[in-house]
């Protein structure tokens, strides 16, 4: 868990860093530091190169050159012949990150890495998961989306063992310690970025939460950029909140329509009787929301065919069980890790709950509305 927390710290710096990059404007940096992907989502020099800090930092901490890691970015545009530029400002942000690692209790590589060192690096994460065995399952940026539009993502590290998640860490950079802090946080966020933006020394205004499966308790610490000032004391347990009579509740979801229906969902919320707005965010950050409490519920429906992926919801998964909520899929069964990269078997949708009341309501009018829906 140590390490798992110390490296999420470090990939969260190398975040901020590129984020800040790209919202330069006009930045002649931004231009070359995102890609699109063939399904057309975006990938960017943050994905590849907390990838490839992630897989060095585990492998160096737990002396394995074949440590088994599940993650979601390849090395395949990156090592074709118009990935080059893009390779460079990777190998840059990753040399940029490493050298400060002892800042976070971790060694620096002894040379700086190489392009090939990089690409081995991501390629390295190339485990597939499984039923049987221990494995590390990475998003290094959930929500690119949101990062790319200077929103909210998160950094997501599980590791799971035999098909159980175990434990979970989720980096929230843009995620301050208090909720109320959020939107002073990103209006000055926003105008800042239009004038110059934050340097990430004086960047601390992101959270790290994290969970062991059984301790029946969740944590959460500020995000630093010097760890040997961060006293662990200054972590705090977080719970979920103790709403659970729908009119008081708030739900999260998705924030493009891409990626979940929010006409069934608005339908939902009006039959269980939710009745504020719904909170859009990128990211893991809405299983972050839930964990501590500042939302009720979370619920995604993707479309027919689409298939989750494990390094999607891991990490969130076992911080909001630690924290005392409830997660399933639509029929109420818990998402199993143990089949592969996808959840397989799932059931219609997610449902995340602050509580098994409310969890018991919504799963129940998901089944009343789910044969006249179009989905
Ligand atoms: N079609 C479709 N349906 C459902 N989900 C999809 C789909 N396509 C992608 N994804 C996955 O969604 C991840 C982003 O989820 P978010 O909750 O951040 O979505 S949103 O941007 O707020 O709408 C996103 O994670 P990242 O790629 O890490 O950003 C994807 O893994
Ligand atoms: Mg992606
Ligand atoms: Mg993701
Ligand atoms: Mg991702």
Not at 94 to 115: D, H, M, Q, T, W
Not at 272 to 286: A, C, D, F, I, T
Not at 294 to 299: A, C, P, Q, R
Not at 300 to 315: L, Q, T
């Amino acid at each position: 868990m140590e390490v798992a927390v110390r490296v999420v710290q470090a990939a969260c710096t190398l975040c901020q860093r590129v984020q800040s990059s790209l919202l330069l404007p006009a930045s002649a940096s931004a231009s070359g530091s995102v890609h699109s992907k063939i399904d057309r989502s975006p990938v960017t020099v943050a994905d590849w190169g907390v990838q490839a800090i992630v897989s060095w930092l585990l492998s160096d901490c737990f002396q394995d050159e074949n440590i088994s890691i599940v993650a979601e970015e390849d090395d395949e545009t990156l090592s074709s012949s118009d990935g080059a530029a893009l390779l460079e400002s990777v190998v840059a942000a990753v040399n940029g990150c490493l050298i400060e690692a002892p800042k976070y209790g971790l060694r620096s590589p002894e040379k700086e890495f190489k392009a090939h060192d990089i690409l081995q690096a991501i390629r390295r994460c190339s485990s597939i998961g499984g039923p049987k065995g221990r494995f590390w399952v990475l998003d290094p940026v959930d929500g690119t989306l949101g990062f790319v539009r200077g929103d909210q993502y998160a950094v997501a590290l599980a590791l799971i063992e035999d098909g159980e998640v175990v434990l979970g860490v989720l980096g929230c950079p843009n995620y301050p310690m208090k909720k109320e802090w959020l939107n002073y946080h990103q209006r000055y966020y926003r105008l800042m970025s239009k004038v110059s933006p934050p340097t990430s020394g004086s960047w601390h205004k992101g959270c790290v939460m994290y969970a062991h499966r059984g301790c029946g308790q969740a944590w959460m610490q500020p995000l630093v950029h010097d760890f040997g000032k961060l006293d662990w004391r200054n972590s705090r347990e977080v719970r979920v909140s103790t709403v659970s009579d729908p009119i008081s509740a708030t739900f999260c979801e998705p924030v493009e329509k891409a990626n979940t229906s929010h006409s069934f969902t608005a339908g939902l919320a009006h039959s269980v009787g939710l009745r504020k707005q719904p909170l859009r965010v990128y990211s893991m950050v809405k299983y972050a929301a839930i964990a501590r409490g500042d939302v009720e519920i979370f619920m995604k429906f993707a479309r027919a065919g689409y298939k989750e992926k494990i390094w999607d919801h891991a990490a969130g998964v076992v911080i909001i069980r630690e924290a005392g909520g409830v997660i399933t899929d639509a029929g109420g069964r818990p998402l199993d890790f143990s089949r592969g990269v996808f959840l397989e078997g799932l059931d219609r949708g997610i449902i995340a709950c602050s509580g098994p009341l409310l969890h018991h309501r919504i799963v129940g009018a998901v089944d009343a509305s789910w044969n006249s829906s179009t989905l």
